[in-house]
């Protein structure tokens, strides 16, 4: 890792395709639905489910809080689902992800969604943990169930920082 400390960036599809996708209405595919009465806003994310028996899980995670500066010690990923988390509030939250080097998470980002943006981590992408700030916050999350293990985490001897 070059710097030690990392700054945060404004989420947007573009910055965040190495990492999956970003949820969100804005330039989304949509038509009407329901006699016209719904709008569907239509495929945002690639859910992927890998290994034996994977099925797809639908959980709302309630997150504490964290301050900024935030001295981060753990990464994790998930080798067999990518994971989607869209927040339930407009509260600010951060989404940290990391590109992987031999089997170690290097070259942390950490991203602000605007509000309505949520992502969805590709399969076997280093990120963070739930990260709201200021305020605890619920989070709609689509990831696999299934059996094996899919869950790695990577802790850092020496924490990376996140500041504005």
């Given at each position: ?19 999956g ?41 309630r ?28 509260n ?73």
């Amino acid at each position: 890792m070059s710097d030690p400390t990392i700054k945060i960036e404004p989420l947007s599809a573009e910055a965040f395709a190495a990492y999956g996708q970003v949820i969100q209405t804005e330039g989304a595919q949509h038509y009407p639905i329901n006699n016209g009465m719904t709008e569907r806003y239509h495929d945002l994310a690639r859910v992927e489910l890998g290994g034996v028996h994977a099925r797809p899980l639908i959980s709302i995670f309630r997150g504490q809080p964290y301050t900024l500066p935030l001295d981060i010690k753990l990464v994790e990923r998930h080798p067999l689902g990518s994971q989607a988390f869209y927040p339930l509030s407009a509260n600010p939250w951060l989404v940290i992800v990391a590109e992987d080097e031999a089997g170690r998470p290097v070259r942390l980002r950490a991203f602000r969604p605007s509000p309505g943006q949520g992502v969805n981590i590709a399969m076997n992408t280093w990120h963070g943990v739930l990260t709201p700030l200021d305020h605890s916050g619920d989070f709609l999350v689509v990831d696999r169930g299934g059996e094996g293990n899919n869950l790695e985490e990577h802790h850092f001897e020496t924490p990376v920082r996140i500041a504005l």
